[in-house]
């Protein structure tokens, strides 16, 4: 078995051993256990591409874990290093953490097994419209069946390309928007998508950091001002993790990306970070801070969070004893091994299962898709009713109070919802929600210590009531 495939299966029997952990504690039918351990079905295969005159045979891989909930949901990957195995883990983290989150879809992944840098805009866009085609052909992308997201290596470009040859082939559907999620606004995409996961991160930290016992027996104080926080990975989510930290008065002491890493106990000004490399620079080439040529070393220096947002087995059992956070927030999907998971609770640290963690993309997707199926935008019809109210009041409150507010301050108050604000605003409620019913869960079922096993017991619970509720088990 070649490397790229061992870290697959190393991943996806790590979550396996996640999922025997929590559902050891629930009282279903071995069957029904069974059934929702699995995938429902994997769907690989090679297709041609032209590529500068040659043909190029290239590998797609299409993975729907579960079917209690329709559609199923979940990225699509571009990366050399994807596998059947990684993929079919990936999707089966999808269906627990869409029930974690009270999102109604079952889970699924894809990848296209390529390096993304290696090709053209327009090559790109060739394998994404071929790949779509595959799909189409197996009845496995559409709006009430399968639906695609952007995940490692792909974007809003991508998924617009996919939406556009959908609509090809189901000309006519008014519901056809819905195939993808994460489309740029123009193409039916909705706003805040693009900061949903990192958004949904740094809400996830800050309501754990509120909870008085838990920081207690961290030996931290209440609340996020003032945590030292290292972040693996500068991509979409570990900026928008670290922008949202910092702005809530975090200090960000360091950042590792693929070429090395860089760390100031004084605290780094994240978007100059951001920018400097997105300039075409190393990061390890950023001014007056330590400079490390491994990334990995971040993950050894001294903070209160570390918050791995790079790729899976990052943290491992060599790794894991050397590792100083008091907290690991997993921005990533799978950064932590089971063996490093296990030598980091030895140690007393709280890790915040990916399973919660990073939910917020899948959380505003299910947005997105709501909106692209009503075919209206969210805070419509509502937004201008709301400012003339508000308007209202506080031309009221002027009156009676013989007082003026200024411009800015009434521009404050009489602001209506728009689709942004409502977005923002259930993403943090979503996260909030879950948080606190895993919690109930960790502190209520007898054997459970954790709180990765008990958001997969929450998931196994609510997976399996939809299978009984089908009426296919007793």
């Known amino acids: ?19 025997d952990k929590a559902a050891r504690h629930t009282k279903w039918d071995k069957g029904l256990i069974q059934q929702i351990r699995v995938a ?4 690989k295969v090679q297709f041609p591409v032209e590529i500068n005159g040659k043909v190029e045979v290239i590998e797609g ?82 709006p009430s069946l399968d639906v ?43 706003r805040g998508r693009t900061e949903a996961t990192g958004l949904g991160v740094f809400f996830g930290i800050r309501e754990f950091l509120d909870i008085e016992e838990e920081v ?38 360091g950042i590792a990306e693929r070429e090395g890493g860089i760390y100031s106990k004084k605290g780094l000004n994240v978007d100059d970070v951001f920018q400097f490399r997105k300039s075409g620079n190393l990061i390890t080439q950023y001014p007056d801070v330590e400079c490390y040529d491994e ?19 990052q943290i491992h059992a060599e790794n894991a004893p050397r590792v100083k956070a008091k907290i690991v927030a997993e921005a990533a999907n799978g950064p932590v091994t089971r063996e490093g998971e296990e030598i980091l609770h030895q140690k007393g640290v709280v890790i915040l299962p990916d399973l919660w963690l990073n939910a917020g ?8 898709w709501l909106k692209n199926l009503a075919n209206v935008r969210f805070g419509r019809m509502a937004k201008r009713a709301e400012e003339r109210k508000y308007s209202m009041i506080v031309s009221t409150i002027e009156k009676l109070t013989g007082k003026s507010l200024t411009p800015e301050e009434k521009a404050m108050l009489i602001q209506g919802a728009d689709e942004k604000t409502l977005v923002h605003s259930g993403l943090e409620d979503t996260m909030i929600e879950a948080f606190h019913e ?37």
């Open 1 to 19: 078995m070649n490397k790229i495939a061992d870290q697959g299966t190393k991943f996806m029997n790590d979550v396996l051993y996640y999922f």
């Open 40 to 43: 429902n079905s994997v769907y």
């Open 61 to 142: 891989i299409r993975v729907q874990h579960s079917h209690h909930k329709l559609p199923t949901k979940g990225g699509i990957r571009y990366s050399s290093y994807v596998s059947e195995d990684e993929v079919k883990a990936l999707a089966t983290l999808m269906t627990f953490k869409c029930a974690v989150v009270n999102v109604p879809f079952g889970g699924a992944k894809g990848g296209v097994k390529i390096s993304p840098t290696k090709y053209s805009e327009k090559d790109l866009e060739k394998i994404t419209r071929r790949f779509t085609v595959e799909l189409i052909q197996k009845n496995l992308i559409g």
């Open 148 to 190: 695609p997201a952007p995940d490692y290596g792909t974007g809003s470009r991508e998924m617009a390309w996919i939406m556009d040859t959908y609509l090809t082939f189901k000309h006519g559907d008014t519901d056809a928007q819905g195939c993808v999620t994460g489309k740029p606004i123009g193409a039916g995409g909705i």
């Open 216 to 253: 207690t027996k961290l030996g931290l104080s209440r609340g996020i001002e003032g945590k030292r926080i290292i972040v693996q990975g500068l991509g979409n989510v570990g900026y928008h993790a670290a922008k949202f930290c910092q702005e809530a008065g975090a200090i960000i002491v």
């Open 295 to 313: 990334p990995e070393a971040l993950l050894e220096m001294e903070c209160d969070i570390l918050i791995p947002a790079a790729l899976e087995n």
């Open 361 to 368: 993309g899948v959380t505003v997707s299910y947005f997105e």
């Open 438 to 474: 895993m919690r109930e869960t960790l502190l209520t079922v007898p054997g459970i210590t954790d709180y990765r096993t008990a958001a997969f017991f929450n998931g196994i619970n609510k997976v399996a009531l939809s299978y009984q509720m089908m009426g296919l088990f007793p």
